[in-house]
């Protein structure tokens, strides 16, 4: 099969570790942290041992590298959802494939002021990642 087919990324993605917190959307699970494998403006895979499937909505709280963005590294939470689960055998895990719906960008003052990071109000701008 042409690889052009078979891989629907709409963005590059790049080999960077960057620590990650996960949380289930509508769920008592409490969030978790993790590393991304990979990471792009648009998603992110990483491994984890969250209960997660395909279609499951997440937030993903992340410090956006510069890599990425071409920007100063700035502090994203994300919303999105599950889009590849895959059985990753050698730190028994899974691999999991998130595509970013939306994002908002968390400014540092909030950041510093709340030690919980699902309470941070974010005001540095709301977009979806097509929109960068």
């Not at 792009?40 to 963005?69: C, D, K, N, W």
């Not at 059985?87 to 895990?93: E, G, I, L, T």
Request: glycine share 10%.
């Amino acid at each position: 099969m042409n690889a052009y087919l078979s891989d629907r990324r709409g963005a590059h993605r790049r080999d960077l570790a960057v620590r990650l917190r996960i949380r289930i959307l509508r769920s008592r699970v409490p969030a978790q942290a993790a590393e991304s494998v990979n990471l792009s403006e648009r998603g992110v895979y990483f491994a984890t041992s969250l209960p997660l499937h395909e279609g499951t909505p997440v937030e993903v709280l992340l410090q956006m590298p510069a890599e990425i963005t071409g920007k100063q590294p700035i502090e994203w939470r994300c919303t999105g959802h599950v889009v590849r689960v895959q059985p990753m055998r050698a730190q028994d895990a899974l691999g999991v494939g998130v595509c970013f719906d939306c994002y908002e960008i968390v400014r540092l003052s909030d950041a510093q002021r709340s030690p919980n990071p699902w309470e941070r109000g974010g005001a540095g701008g709301i977009g979806t990642p097509s929109q960068q």
